[in-house]
């Protein structure tokens, strides 16, 4: 009987050891990913510059530090009235949400060395570009059988399809994207705004009576499909008649039609994708997205 205590006991120490061994390795392995102070330096920076923008320009909101340099916590003013609900929960939207200041520059990066815009030679880079991704971006493409008819379908693109990318990343140098929403008439942002090397707009948002609060530069237009339906009108919003008009959805008939008859001769493009996944198909994010991919 002593002798399995003893057996048991020189089992445990052994595993034990084992384990202490295991754990002292992999300590070593990742002791060459430990920020430096150096690093973490410029993270607290980046924590505090980010929390000093948003108590200049965020209207109310606050961002806190979080549990780490990576972390803030957005607040809304207390007197914010949610109006949003959660389709499964039917719970009206917090006040306050986390945010990862880490994870945005990662992506950052990632977007930021791509392009944004559908060409003709991403299409045909891609296996069976044009059966597969071409007709999704024509509006009705199902009825084209996935494209079978390769030349129909470049004529439905040709107006919105350039052979390659007609921007490059970080060609333009400051960008500012500017929102819809009506809380932009509490500001007085115009000027600054117009200082900015590209300044990118979104839908159907007018600018000639709101100079003073939103400028009056428009470099880029991002348009979702119902804004699209209505370029006559959209190219109405910039004077100069020189905003280059972004499609996130597809190439509708009545846009070719538009484009060849008024005639329109704003450049008017199709957004590649989504980098930031299949859910985030708001025209705002989107705008962001194709900042990323410029600035």
Known sequence: MRLLQFGLLVSLASGVATILVYLTSVTHLYESYWPSNEDLEALRSLQSDFQKCVRANGLGIQAASGKDYCQVKINFPSDSIPKWRD??????????????????VA???????????????????????????AWRRINKGIL????????????????????TPPYLPRQFGRCAVIGNSGDLLKTRFGKEIDGYDAVIRENGAPIQIYSDHVGKKSTFRVLNRGSAKALDKVVELDERRREVLIIKT????????????????????LMLGASFGSAAKGTGLKALEFALSIC
């Open 144 to 163: 084209l059988n996935r494209c079978e008819n390769k030349t129909l379908c470049m004529e439905k693109l040709s107006l919105v399809l350039p052979q």
């Open 250 to 269: 597809t190439i509708h008939d009545i846009m070719r039609k538009m484009i060849l008859d008024i005639p329109i001769k704003n450049p008017v493009y």
């Open 107 to 133: 992506k950052w990066e990632q977007v930021r060395n791509s392009t944004t815009i559908l060409t003709k030679e991403f299409i045909d880079a891609l296996p069976n570009g044009w059966e597969e991704c």
């Open 87 to 104: 389709p499964k929960t039917g719970e009206l939207e917090g006040l306050s949400f986390d945010f990862n200041l880490c994870e945005t």
